[in-house]
């Protein structure tokens, strides 16, 4: 058998994957990529971007429900949901088409096949019964994750659905079950919702979008009940019961009162977990703990030579996390091999990631939520400003949306942003790049804001922390 | 086009380094491999080597030039073909101005060890404590700023780990104000006359780090004493055996030390604040008195070596750890530290933790004591050992279980052979 043999090889072509591999080619290593499905991963192909590719139709047919608020006339409205799932599908196959030219150019080895560590330096890559040899000086696991399920919450791809299913649908549901109010179950709810669905989203803990901030998602929770989203939060689904063409679904309220609700179809949205299993990881001793592949700041594992990076080694399961860690492993080993052109390499700080969902309304943070911050022992100064007050939004006919601020009293550290309302998944890096330049609330204040814009909000919610607000 | 020679990251830790000493010269021809300059880190000397083939066109920090951060340009090579002149518009990176290219002040450093500098103080006219690092432009963020304004300390002293040097957050957080108050104190108060030596960076590093390891590692010690009659019948039979080796008691030290350390697992420890760490290998630091101060090389995985590998590899680290010859990997990491006065007569005393280890032992002289045995007095030789242990990580039932295998091995030598 022979064996190929490279500097450096990327187990999974997702966000992460492809990223450590280009930035690796960049310094000079002999690099390979393995994929046993579609380049890209799965923000490519069945996560980030198809979803997004869905919910600007979304969008489209939303402001075309409403065109007569901007004097517009649009008869005959309707939607056809296989050119919608087309029209994303094709986006995911130009953008998997883009990493492929990306590795080309980068003079990137892609194998096809399922990887799994023989020996710390080794890989077998099996495609169609044909095992290959490869090895390499160092490995990178990036394989992903994949929809968490539980036992008595299994998706069956007909009736029960993960994202994966939810993204090619073989029926528009009439009434849809939605578990999980992250990210995820929030995005489909919001999609299937626009497109008449009727959507119940079950939330197990008190809140929607338990992760951002409480105001955030009090708000949220408003905003989709008022557009016809049912939400049920301390509550679980505790029996899914396929029928032949809808599920019976039992939902347990926290306190033991539990009720019964037939819909179409369910989407599990509780998480995911890592794809650990058939790489190789028990055999050579590599360090996991529930699910994911542990790892020290840099991305090194227990064992030498083998590192790891994005939703394989645990949470925030986020696109952009993954790609960052790709990007400062590599350059850690090649300053490691004595690469003295790598200056200023510094681990992550997980404090500085921000996490976008795109819902309707979006959402969009970073840094601490105003509880987490009280809880950690800060004095904090919130400031608020609110779409409603700002011109530009009304312009766009967006009055609907929160920007917040929350500083450290004592030294005018930016804590965390928070934001809903349309286009804060754009917005967010202005006060990222604030955070990580270590900013205080004075230069935040001498920036100077276009108008009109919408960022203006986020100039006002820095003021309105100290009590300068001037729209509002 | 010109070459850009820059601050080189030397050991993993290094923020900022000290130009020791220029090796060439404006105009002299360097090739790949060239030794250009010793660069001082915080724990070593080190060469500083070229990578590329060209003709040094400028030198913009002169020897001697101290906290120059990671990355600052330092010279300017020229490729083949260019003349002096295009290195003319290259000028210094504001932090790199050192003191000497500023005033020429006739306490200049001298070129060759500029290490100690030693200046006769006035008693009517105390010198002021001008920093070192005096900058025209200071690189810090908005919030390291204010955090040091608001604890009151000079910004201009902290050494900044972002990119390009620059002072962040943390690095205010993790500053200690230097002891200047109190000298400023002496000049006020003290008569006795006195000279002011410059601290290198060696001793900056010990003061940093062990202030911290006092300061916030909660301290306790265990003693003991270990009957070692045994222990150097074996080293005196060993030892004859043949003139390849010499083995010494301190060998023996490490041996038993590394055994000890896997098989009281609770005692190869480090606290990390939310997780505590446990190693499958004792490594341990030595520390080794060198000129200046002291640096802890360190023997790794003692616990698989027989005490002719870690003889051998003790003397080689040492050998260079006199010479400033050890590579940051020599001496970072270990999991245990040992520190021996015995040779110096030292009869006991107390170590402090060398962190993030968790552990030290002090080790005093072997010497015949008169003992109690059996209800009658008898004389042994006797080593009396201090563990100092961090309780953050090891509690007291914990280190006398791992003190006791250490006397164990010790006194019963033989035992290190299972």
Known sequence: ?472 | MTIELRMPALSPTMETGTLAKWLVKVGDTVESGTIMAEIETDKATMEFESIDDGVIGKILVADGAENIPVGTLIAVLLEEGEDLSAADAITADPIAKTPNAEAPAPTTPVAVTPVIEQKPVAKSAPAPMVSGNKTDRLFASPLAKRIAQQNGYDISQISGSGPHGRIVKSDVENYTPSAATNVAMQCISGDAPYVEIKLSNMRKTIAKRLTESKQTVPHFYLGVDIELDNLMAARKQLNSLSDDYKISVNDFVIRACALALIKVPEANVQFHGDVMRQFNRADISVAVAIEGGLITPVVRGADQKGLRAISDEVKDLAKRAHEGKLMPEDYSGGTFSISNLGMMGVKQFQAVINPPQAAILAIGAGEQRAIVKNGELTVATVMSVNLACDHRAIDGAGGANYLAAVKMFLEQPSTMLL
Not at chain 1, 39 to 49: A, D, K, M, S
Not at chain 1, 221 to 228: A, I, L, N
Not at chain 1, 345 to 367: E, F, W
Not at chain 1, 402 to 413: I, P, Y
Request: with cysteine; aromatic share 6%.
């Open chain 1, 1 to 472: 058998m022979s064996v190929q043999k490279f500097d450096l090889v990327v187990l999974g072509s997702g966000p992460g994957g492809y990223v450590a591999a280009i930035r690796a080619a960049q310094l000079g290593f002999k690099t390979a990529v393995i994929e046993r499905e579609n380049l890209g991963g799965i923000c490519l192909n069945w996560g980030c971007l198809p979803t997004k590719a869905l919910l600007r139709s979304a969008e489209v047919f939303h402001n075309m429900k409403h065109a007569a608020d901007y004097g517009l006339i649009a008869a005959d409205l309707g939607f056809d949901l296989d050119k919608v799932v087309a029209r994303s599908r094709g986006i995911a196959a130009q953008l998997s088409a883009g990493i492929a030219h990306l590795m080309k150019k980068n003079k990137i080895t892609v194998i096809e096949g399922q990887g799994s560590l023989v020996s710390p330096s080794k890989l077998s890559v099996e495609k169609d019964g044909k095992k290959t040899m490869i090895e390499a000086t160092d490995i990178i696991l990036a394989t992903g994750a994949r929809a968490k399920q539980l036992p008595h919450l299994q998706a069956d791809g007909n009736l029960v659905w993960t994202y994966r299913h939810a993204l090619v649908p073989n029926m528009m549901p009439k009434k849809l079950l939605v578990i999980g109010s992250g990210a995820i179950g929030i995005e489909f709810a919001s999609f299937y919702n626009e497109l008449g669905a009727d959507v119940t989203v079950i939330e197990m803990l008190d809140r929607v979008m338990p992760v951002e901030d409480e105001e955030i998602s009090t708000l949220a929770e408003k905003s989709f009940k008022s557009q016809g989203i049912k939400i049920k939060t301390n509550a679980s689904v505790t029996s899914l019961k396929n029928k032949k063409d809808s599920v019976i679904c039992t939902i347990e309220a926290k306190g033991g009162k539990s009720e019964q609700m037939e819909v179409d179809r369910v989407i599990i949205a509780i998480g995911i977990d890592g794809n650990v299993e058939n790489i190789g990881l028990e055999e050579n001793k590599i360090k996991t703990d529930r699910g994911h592949v542990v790892t020290d700041q840099w991305g090194h594992t227990n064992i030498k030579g083998i590192h790891a990076i994005g939703d394989v080694t645990g949470p925030p399961w986020l696109a952009h996390k993954a790609s960052h860690e790709g990007v400062i492993l590599v350059e850690k080993i090649a300053r490691d091999k004595g690469n003295k052109d790598i200056k200023n390499l510094h681990p992550m700080d997980k404090g500085n990631i921000p996490g976008c969902t795109y819902c309707r309304p979006q959402v969009a943070s970073v840094g601490l939520t105003e509880k987490a911050a009280k809880e950690k022992g800060y004095k904090v100064r919130v400031g608020r400003f609110p779409f409603m007050a700002n011109g530009k939004a009304i312009a766009m006919g967006e009055p609907e949306g929160l920007v917040k601020t929350v500083f450290d009293d004592k030294t005018g550290e930016l804590l965390g942003a928070h934001m809903i309302g349309a286009e804060v998944t754009e917005m967010i890096q202005g006060y990222t790049i604030a955070r990580t330049l270590e900013t205080t609330e004075t230069e935040l204040m001498h920036t100077i804001f276009p108008h009109p814009t919408m960022s203006e909000m986020m100039h006002e919610a820095v003021l309105d922390a100290y009590d300068k607000a001037l729209h509002f």
